[in-house]
Protein backbone atom coordinates (compact mmCIF):
# COMPACT_ATOMS: atom_id res chain seq x y z
CA UNK A 1 0.00 0.00 0.00
CA UNK A 2 2.86 2.09 0.58
CA UNK A 3 4.49 0.98 -2.45
CA UNK A 4 1.45 2.38 -4.49
CA UNK A 5 0.99 5.37 -2.38
CA UNK A 6 4.77 6.57 -2.89
CA UNK A 7 4.12 5.86 -7.11
CA UNK A 8 1.16 8.33 -6.99
CA UNK A 9 2.64 11.03 -4.79
CA UNK A 10 5.78 10.45 -7.32
CA UNK A 11 3.54 10.72 -10.31
CA UNK A 12 2.03 13.36 -9.40
CA UNK A 13 4.97 15.58 -8.39
CA UNK A 14 6.51 15.25 -11.57
CA UNK A 15 3.25 16.02 -13.35
CA UNK A 16 3.05 19.31 -11.64
CA UNK A 17 6.74 19.87 -12.29
CA UNK A 18 6.27 19.19 -16.10
CA UNK A 19 3.54 21.59 -16.26
CA UNK A 20 5.11 24.60 -13.76
CA UNK A 21 8.10 24.08 -16.21
CA UNK A 22 6.08 24.14 -19.43
CA UNK A 23 4.03 27.30 -17.70
CA UNK A 24 7.32 29.36 -16.75
CA UNK A 25 8.45 28.93 -20.33
CA UNK A 26 5.12 29.85 -21.82
CA UNK A 27 4.51 33.06 -19.67
CA UNK A 28 8.13 34.26 -19.37
CA UNK A 29 8.43 37.90 -20.45
CA UNK A 30 11.99 38.91 -21.60
CA UNK A 31 14.15 41.46 -19.81
CA UNK A 32 15.38 44.56 -21.51
CA UNK A 33 18.59 43.75 -20.23
CA UNK A 34 19.30 40.86 -22.58
CA UNK A 35 18.63 39.57 -25.54
CA UNK A 36 15.15 37.80 -25.71
CA UNK A 37 16.72 34.92 -27.47
CA UNK A 38 19.86 34.54 -25.12
CA UNK A 39 17.22 34.88 -22.50
CA UNK A 40 14.93 32.21 -23.27
CA UNK A 41 18.10 30.27 -24.01
CA UNK A 42 19.33 30.37 -20.40
CA UNK A 43 15.44 29.66 -19.26
CA UNK A 44 15.31 26.33 -21.42
CA UNK A 45 18.79 25.17 -19.93
CA UNK A 46 17.67 26.04 -16.52
CA UNK A 47 14.12 24.25 -16.78
CA UNK A 48 14.64 21.60 -19.44
CA UNK A 49 18.21 20.53 -17.98
CA UNK A 50 19.11 21.70 -14.89
CA UNK A 51 15.92 20.77 -12.95
CA UNK A 52 15.28 17.40 -14.60
CA UNK A 53 18.82 16.22 -13.53
CA UNK A 54 18.43 17.83 -9.95
CA UNK A 55 14.95 16.40 -9.28
CA UNK A 56 15.86 13.10 -10.25
CA UNK A 57 19.62 13.02 -8.81
CA UNK A 58 18.75 15.47 -5.72
CA UNK A 59 15.44 15.30 -4.86
CA UNK A 60 14.32 11.97 -5.75
CA UNK A 61 17.42 9.90 -5.23
CA UNK A 62 17.27 8.03 -8.48
CA UNK A 63 19.69 6.92 -11.08
CA UNK A 64 19.76 9.33 -14.15
CA UNK A 65 19.44 5.80 -15.95
CA UNK A 66 15.02 6.39 -14.92
CA UNK A 67 15.84 9.65 -17.24
CA UNK A 68 17.18 7.63 -20.78
CA UNK A 69 20.97 8.39 -19.78
CA UNK A 70 22.19 4.57 -20.35
CA UNK A 71 22.99 2.52 -23.18
CA UNK A 72 19.43 1.20 -23.63
CA UNK A 73 18.80 -1.34 -26.60
CA UNK A 74 21.41 -0.53 -29.27
CA UNK A 75 19.92 -2.41 -31.80
CA UNK A 76 16.48 -0.85 -31.41
CA UNK A 77 17.88 2.68 -31.67
CA UNK A 78 20.05 2.40 -34.32
CA UNK A 79 17.19 0.94 -36.52
CA UNK A 80 14.53 3.09 -35.34
CA UNK A 81 16.63 6.02 -35.62
CA UNK A 82 17.64 5.59 -39.05
CA UNK A 83 14.34 4.70 -40.21
CA UNK A 84 12.99 8.05 -38.34
CA UNK A 85 15.03 10.05 -40.14
CA UNK A 86 14.82 8.54 -43.56
CA UNK A 87 10.85 9.16 -43.25
CA UNK A 88 11.05 12.95 -42.23
CA UNK A 89 13.06 13.95 -44.31
CA UNK A 90 10.95 12.34 -46.90
CA UNK A 91 8.36 14.56 -45.08
CA UNK A 92 10.85 17.68 -44.81
CA UNK A 93 11.66 17.49 -49.19
CA UNK A 94 8.10 17.01 -49.74
CA UNK A 95 6.71 19.79 -48.05
CA UNK A 96 9.51 21.93 -49.20
CA UNK A 97 8.08 20.98 -52.76
CA UNK A 98 4.39 20.75 -52.15
CA UNK A 99 4.30 24.38 -50.08
CA UNK A 100 6.82 27.18 -51.35
CA UNK A 101 6.24 29.34 -48.11
CA UNK A 102 8.09 26.75 -46.71
CA UNK A 103 11.42 26.96 -47.69
CA UNK A 104 11.21 30.52 -48.34
CA UNK A 105 10.41 31.11 -44.32
CA UNK A 106 12.36 28.42 -43.16
CA UNK A 107 15.72 30.35 -42.68
CA UNK A 108 19.12 29.97 -40.64
CA UNK A 109 20.51 33.17 -39.46
CA UNK A 110 22.71 35.21 -42.23
CA UNK A 111 25.85 34.69 -40.68
CA UNK A 112 25.58 30.93 -40.79
CA UNK A 113 24.60 30.75 -44.41
CA UNK A 114 27.45 32.81 -45.32
CA UNK A 115 30.38 31.60 -43.78
CA UNK A 116 31.12 27.62 -43.37
CA UNK A 117 32.99 28.03 -39.69
CA UNK A 118 30.06 29.61 -38.38
CA UNK A 119 27.94 27.06 -40.14
CA UNK A 120 29.47 24.70 -38.20
CA UNK A 121 29.58 26.48 -34.68
CA UNK A 122 25.46 27.09 -35.12
CA UNK A 123 25.06 23.03 -35.92
CA UNK A 124 27.40 21.43 -33.52
CA UNK A 125 26.98 23.98 -30.66
CA UNK A 126 23.75 25.65 -30.80
CA UNK A 127 21.74 22.74 -32.55
CA UNK A 128 23.02 20.09 -30.60
CA UNK A 129 22.36 21.97 -27.47
CA UNK A 130 19.18 22.97 -28.34
CA UNK A 131 18.35 19.05 -29.26
CA UNK A 132 19.78 17.70 -25.95
CA UNK A 133 17.32 20.48 -24.53
CA UNK A 134 14.44 19.03 -25.96
CA UNK A 135 15.27 15.40 -25.28
CA UNK A 136 16.21 15.87 -21.95
CA UNK A 137 12.45 16.95 -21.02
CA UNK A 138 10.49 15.67 -23.87
CA UNK A 139 11.71 12.48 -24.26
CA UNK A 140 13.31 12.12 -20.88
CA UNK A 141 11.55 13.51 -18.10
CA UNK A 142 7.84 13.77 -19.46
CA UNK A 143 8.04 9.95 -21.20
CA UNK A 144 10.38 8.08 -20.00
CA UNK A 145 10.59 8.95 -16.09
CA UNK A 146 6.69 10.56 -15.81
CA UNK A 147 5.04 8.62 -18.18
CA UNK A 148 6.73 5.32 -18.33
CA UNK A 149 3.84 3.44 -17.12
CA UNK A 150 1.67 4.74 -19.95
CA UNK A 151 3.65 2.72 -22.39
CA UNK A 152 2.73 3.73 -26.46
CA UNK A 153 0.71 6.51 -24.96
CA UNK A 154 3.50 8.53 -23.62
CA UNK A 155 4.91 9.36 -27.26
CA UNK A 156 1.63 10.21 -27.99
CA UNK A 157 1.29 12.26 -24.79
CA UNK A 158 4.94 14.06 -24.72
CA UNK A 159 4.41 15.15 -28.44
CA UNK A 160 1.10 16.64 -27.57
CA UNK A 161 2.92 18.70 -24.74
CA UNK A 162 5.95 19.78 -27.18
CA UNK A 163 2.59 21.07 -29.72
CA UNK A 164 1.25 22.78 -26.37
CA UNK A 165 4.65 24.82 -26.05
CA UNK A 166 4.61 25.97 -29.28
CA UNK A 167 1.12 26.30 -30.22
CA UNK A 168 0.38 28.51 -26.62
CA UNK A 169 3.51 30.59 -26.82
CA UNK A 170 2.84 31.20 -30.49
CA UNK A 171 5.84 30.10 -31.55
CA UNK A 172 4.33 27.34 -34.56
CA UNK A 173 5.89 28.67 -37.57
CA UNK A 174 7.42 27.03 -40.90
CA UNK A 175 10.28 27.79 -38.77
CA UNK A 176 9.53 24.84 -35.90
CA UNK A 177 8.09 22.47 -38.79
CA UNK A 178 11.28 20.11 -38.72
CA UNK A 179 10.72 19.75 -34.61
CA UNK A 180 7.02 19.04 -35.01
CA UNK A 181 7.49 16.56 -37.68
CA UNK A 182 10.94 14.57 -35.65
CA UNK A 183 8.69 15.05 -32.35
CA UNK A 184 6.64 11.55 -32.35
CA UNK A 185 9.50 9.99 -34.13
CA UNK A 186 12.20 10.66 -31.26
CA UNK A 187 9.71 9.75 -28.95
CA UNK A 188 9.03 6.10 -30.50
CA UNK A 189 12.87 5.97 -30.63
CA UNK A 190 13.22 6.51 -26.81
CA UNK A 191 10.57 4.16 -25.94
CA UNK A 192 12.03 1.34 -28.16
CA UNK A 193 15.52 2.39 -27.23
CA UNK A 194 15.12 3.13 -23.91
CA UNK A 195 17.27 5.70 -24.29
CA UNK A 196 17.84 9.51 -25.16
CA UNK A 197 21.09 9.20 -26.61
CA UNK A 198 19.48 7.64 -29.82
CA UNK A 199 17.05 10.31 -30.13
CA UNK A 200 19.30 12.93 -29.88
CA UNK A 201 21.99 11.69 -32.29
CA UNK A 202 18.88 10.86 -34.68
CA UNK A 203 17.39 14.53 -33.74
CA UNK A 204 20.68 16.35 -34.44
CA UNK A 205 21.08 14.44 -38.12
CA UNK A 206 17.85 15.03 -39.06
CA UNK A 207 17.91 19.09 -38.46
CA UNK A 208 21.57 19.01 -40.01
CA UNK A 209 20.33 17.33 -43.25
CA UNK A 210 17.33 19.70 -42.91
CA UNK A 211 19.02 22.76 -42.91
CA UNK A 212 21.94 21.56 -45.32
CA UNK A 213 19.15 20.72 -47.75
CA UNK A 214 17.69 24.14 -47.68
CA UNK A 215 20.69 25.66 -47.81
CA UNK A 216 21.03 23.82 -50.72
CA UNK A 217 17.67 23.87 -52.66
CA UNK A 218 17.97 27.65 -51.67
Given at each position: MLRILSMYRRFI???????????FLIFF?????????????????VFFLVIPLL???IVLSESLKNLGFQKGNFGAGVFTGLLSVALAGGVVVWLALS?????????LPASVENSFLWFVFY??????????LYEVFFRGLVELFWLREFKWWSILIQA???????????????????LLI??????????????????????????FLTDVFFLIYR
Amino acid sequence: MLRILSMYRRFIVTGMLVFFSLGFLIFFTESDALSPVLQKFIVSIVFFLVIPLLYSKIVLSESLKNLGFQKGNFGAGVFTGLLSVALAGGVVVWLALSFPSFHEQYTLPASVENSFLWFVFYELVLVSLSVLLYEVFFRGLVELFWLREFKWWSILIQAVLFFGLLALSRSISWQMVPLLIFCPLSGLIAYRSKSIWYSVVASWIFLFLTDVFFLIYR
